[in-house]
C-alpha cells in the first residue's frame, strides 16, 4: 500500500487565492521530505527539502515567500502557494527520504489555477 | 548546477521489442537510480545502483553504473504494453539517502500491441 500520501489530488483556484497541499508519511516517521514541481512533459525540478522542526532549505530561484514549507510534524508536510497564479499551475510532487532507503514519492497533487 | 542529459527523449516500439535508453553527466554521481512515472502519478522507483560498474537486474529491467560515474543506462526486455510510462534517471552525489537528488529530461516509452 501507499507509505506517502497527498492531498488534494486535484485542486483548481482562483488567481490570487492560497492553496495548502498536504504531505503524508504513513508508516514512517520521515525528518526529512522533499517537494518537487513537474511542469507537463517535463522532468522533476527539486523545490525544497523540508526538515521537521526546522526551516526548508529552498532551491535557487524559488521564492520561499511564494511556497511555504511546514514540517511541523515527524509525519505530515504542508507546502502552501500563496497567492497562486496561473503560472503556478504544475504538478506538485512530496518525497519522503529515510535513512537507508531511496526518496518514497508521493501521488502527486494537480494544481490548476484559473 | 548539476545536470542529466537523457536519451532518448521519446520511443515508439513494438511489444516484445528490447528498449534500451541512457543518462550522462557532466559530473560525478554516487548513486544512479531508475524511476518510471505513469501519468498523473508520482514516480516509482526501478532499480537503485551504488558503485561504478554495478549491474543490476530486476525482472526484465536491467541498469549499469558507469565506470566513469558519469552515466547510466536502463534495458527493458521483452517489452509489454504496461512498460507504457516516462523513465527517468536521477543521480545523487552525496553519500547518503537523504541527498538531493538531479533529475534526468525522461525517456516517454509507447509499446505498440
Known amino acids: 500500500g501507499a507509505v506517502v500520501s497527498q492531498h488534494p489530488s486535484r485542486v483548481i483556484c482562483k488567481s490570487g487565492t492560497s492553496v495548502k497541499i498536504e504531505c503524508r508519511s504513513l508508516?514512517?516517521?520521515?525528518?526529512?521530505m522533499f517537494w518537487y514541481r513537474q511542469f507537463p512533459k517535463q522532468s522533476l525540478m527539486l523545490m525544497a527539502t523540508?526538515?521537521?522542526?526546522?526551516?526548508?532549505?529552498?532551491e535557487q530561484g524559488v521564492e520561499k515567500d511564494k511556497f511555504l514549507i511546514n514540517h511541523a510534524s515527524l509525519t505530515l508536510s504542508t507546502l502552501t502557494v500563496t497567492s497562486a497564479h496561473p503560472e503556478d499551475s504544475s504538478f506538485y510532487i512530496c518525497?519522503?527520504?529515510?535513512?537507508?532507503?531511496?526518496?518514497?514519492f508521493g501521488p502527486g497533487t494537480r494544481l490548476t489555477v484559473l | 548546477g548539476q545536470q542529466l542529459n537523457q536519451s532518448p527523449q521519446s520511443m515508439f516500439i513494438q511489444e516484445g521489442e528490447d528498449v534500451s535508453m541512457n543518462c550522462t553527466s557532466s559530473?560525478?554521481?554516487?548513486?544512479w537510480l531508475w524511476y518510471k512515472q505513469d501519468p498523473g502519478e508520482g514516480p516509482v522507483l526501478l532499480i537503485a545502483l551504488y558503485k561504478a560498474g554495478e549491474l543490476t537486474s530486476n525482472g526484465r529491467l536491467t541498469a549499469q553504473f558507469g565506470i566513469t560515474r558519469k552515466d547510466s543506462f536502463l534495458n527493458i526486455s521483452a517489452s509489454i504494453p504496461s512498460d507504457v510510462g516516462i523513465y527517468f534517471c536521477?543521480?545523487?552525489?552525496?553519500?547518503?539517502?537523504?541527498?538531493?537528488?538531479?533529475f534526468g529530461q525522461g525517456t516517454i516509452l509507447t509499446v505498440h500491441p
Open positions: 518525497s519522503r527520504g529515510q535513512q537507508g532507503v531511496e526518496q518514497f
Open positions: 508508516d514512517f516517521q520521515a525528518t526529512t
Open positions: 536521477a543521480g545523487r552525489s552525496g553519500g547518503t539517502s537523504y541527498g538531493k537528488l538531479t
Open positions: 523540508s526538515n521537521e522542526g526546522s526551516k526548508a532549505t529552498y
Open positions: 559530473s560525478i554521481f554516487n548513486t
